[in-house]
């Protein structure tokens, strides 16, 4: 049973460069939440999508973008790369319900380390 | 303001010496709590959910207990492959407020010592 991946693994970008972060989620899963980790510290929440929606966004600014394919999977999307975008970026899924809030456990894939130079 | 604070930072134990880690919280509701291994380079595996005080979880050497405000994640007789980084996270609920995010800990570094 494959787990939440992610790709690529690693990455390096300039300031003010875009990019763009890859993510299936866990079979049988339809929501995918991505988070940001930075060094020696726990991860913050960045949005969450259901049904191809963002459905709950935390607080980043607006260069922080992302979409649901019908398949589930996902794509973060960040514009004008700032030094502290560095950090490693974390997908995880669970499953939804029709209601809007769900506490079933989020998986994580092992994320993506972006280097901002 | 949520806030989830976990202690202590770092611990070093023998193999074989048994202790526990702590995650106190602060939310107007808690909606469910999850414990997460993460090693080094990876992503946080899923180690248990509480969702109610007095609820108790265990999984081979560890064993997750919930209170109102903190939970304890007991660590039986352990092994060097224990060594990791454990976070906690709450997922704030209420009928006023209930979220999806997780808001995470800083976690605490284990390192056990054959």
């Known amino acids: 049973d494959a787990g939440v991946t992610q790709s690529p693994t690693h990455l390096i970008k300039t300031r003010g460069q875009q990019v763009t972060l890859r993510c299936s989620p866990k079979?049988?899963?339809?929501?995918v939440s991505w988070y940001q980790q930075a060094l020696g510290q726990g991860p913050q929440f960045i949005f969450q999508y259901y049904e191809e929606e963002e459905r709950q966004r935390g607080n980043f600014p607006d260069r922080f973008s992302g979409h649901q394919f019908p398949n589930y999977s996902s794509e973060l999307n960040v514009n004008a790369l700032l030094l502290g975008d560095s950090a490693l970026y974390l997908c995880?899924?669970?499953?939804?319900?029709?209601?809007?809030?769900?506490?079933?456990?989020?998986?994580f894939g092992d994320g993506t380390r972006l280097s901002i130079l | 303001e949520d806030q989830v604070t976990q202690s202590p930072e770092a611990l070093r134990l023998q193999e074989g010496e048994s202790s526990s880690l702590n995650c106190s919280y602060t939310v107007s509701g808690l909606r469910g709590l999850f414990w997460y291994r993460q090693d080094p380079g990876k992503g946080p595996e899923f180690l248990f959910t509480?969702?109610?005080a007095g609820e108790e979880k265990e999984k081979e050497r560890l064993k997750a207990t919930l209170t109102k405000k903190e939970s304890f994640l007991h660590i039986t007789a352990p092994k060097p492959e224990d060594s990791a980084t454990y976070l906690c996270a709450v997922q704030e609920g209420n009928y006023g407020g209930a979220t999806n995010k997780l808001i995470f800990g800083t976690g605490t570094l284990l390192a056990v010592q054959p």
């Open positions: 995880a899924s669970s499953l939804g319900s029709t209601g809007w809030v769900s506490n079933q456990p989020q998986h």
């Open positions: 509480l969702y109610s």
């Open positions: 079979s049988g899963h339809d929501t």
